[in-house]
Each structure stands twice: as C-alpha cells, then as structure tokens.
C-alpha cells in the first residue's frame, strides 16, 4: 500500500487539494492528456493500482465471480468486497464502468472482421469467394444423382 505523508494537513487545506483533483481530471479533454497527468503525478505502482480497481469493477458489473477476478487481476478478496460495495455506495462508478464497456463493445464491433467483410464486401470478394469454394458442397455427386434416377425408374 502506498504511503502518506506523516505531515498532517488541515481539513479545509485538504479539502482544498481535493477540490483541485477533481477539477483537474474534470478539465482533462483526451486520453493522451489523462495519461500524460497521471504518469507525472503518480508512481508506476499507484498507476497500477487504480487500474486494477477500475478492472476489478468493471468485471463485477460483467458479472464476474470472486474466484476469477482475483486470478485474473491478482488481489485479494477484500479488495474485491471493498470494490463491489463502493459500487453500491457510488452510482458514478457505475455509470462510468458502463460508459466504458459500451466504448470498448463500439470498437470491438468497429474492428470486426466480420463487420469490415459486411461494410467492404468488394474488399473481401477474393476470401469470401475462397471461403465458399473450400467449404464441402451440399449438392449430390452427378453418380448419385444417375444412381438414385435409374433406382427411380426401374421402379416405375
């Protein structure tokens, strides 16, 4: 766990500071921006913490077990339980947990093989058509075909 200062600060000083904080994520207007101020004010391992913690509630919203987001992100289970009722007691969270899997679910589709065949078929005319060729036909063989008419007739 990360240390804090054992100099003390006044309440409202430190209200202060944290009025700040959340100004300044609130002003930040990219990703390069966020990840520019994060890494000059944070450490690698607080970095990494946070991630963890944004991944650990991401995963609870998807429904995600115990068991497998602490073998996935590698903490414990009170940091998992701790997460999950912060959940509960910030909706804001939530709401951006969502944001986030929408964002990711939009550019999973924008990259999908099969949405790029769908927008460009002319792109992909030469896979698909090697596709078709190399699937096993469902039509009979012409020796079937004769068989089953001669078996048909002989019949009549």
């Given at each position: 766990?990360?240390?804090?200062?054992?100099?003390?600060?006044?309440?409202?000083?430190?209200?202060?500071?944290?009025?700040?904080?959340?100004?300044?994520?609130?002003?930040?207007?990219?990703?390069?921006?966020?990840?520019?101020?994060?890494?000059?004010?944070?450490?690698?391992?607080?970095?990494?913490?946070?991630?963890?913690?944004?991944?650990?509630a991401?995963?609870l919203?998807?429904?995600?077990?115990?068991?497998?987001?602490?073998?996935?992100?590698?903490?414990?289970?009170?940091?998992?339980?701790?997460?999950?009722?912060?959940?509960?007691?910030?909706?804001?969270?939530?709401?951006?947990?969502?944001?986030?899997?929408?964002?990711?679910?939009?550019?999973?589709?924008?990259?999908?093989?099969?949405?790029?065949?769908?927008?460009?078929?002319?792109?992909?005319?030469?896979?698909?058509?090697?596709?078709?060729?190399?699937?096993?036909?469902?039509?009979?063989?012409?020796?079937?075909?004769l068989?089953?008419?001669?078996?048909?007739?002989?019949?009549?």
């Amino acid at each position: 766990m990360t240390k804090v200062s054992r100099f003390k600060v006044k309440r409202d000083i430190l209200d202060w500071f944290m009025g700040n904080l959340w100004r300044a994520f609130t002003l930040v207007d990219t990703k390069n921006e966020m990840e520019g101020m994060l890494r000059a004010l944070l450490s690698r391992n607080e970095i990494v913490m946070l991630a963890k913690r944004i991944q650990i509630a991401k995963m609870l919203t998807e429904g995600y077990d115990y068991r497998t987001i602490r073998n996935t992100v590698h903490v414990t289970d009170p940091t998992i339980a701790k997460i999950s009722l912060n959940l509960d007691d910030y909706p804001e969270v939530l709401s951006v947990v969502n944001k986030l899997h929408d964002e990711e679910e939009n550019l999973k589709n924008k990259y999908d093989s099969t949405s790029l065949r769908n927008r460009y078929p002319s792109y992909y005319a030469l896979d698909t058509l090697i596709e078709s060729l190399s699937k096993p036909s469902r039509k009979r063989s012409r020796k079937t075909s004769l068989f089953t008419n001669r078996a048909n007739t002989n019949k009549l």
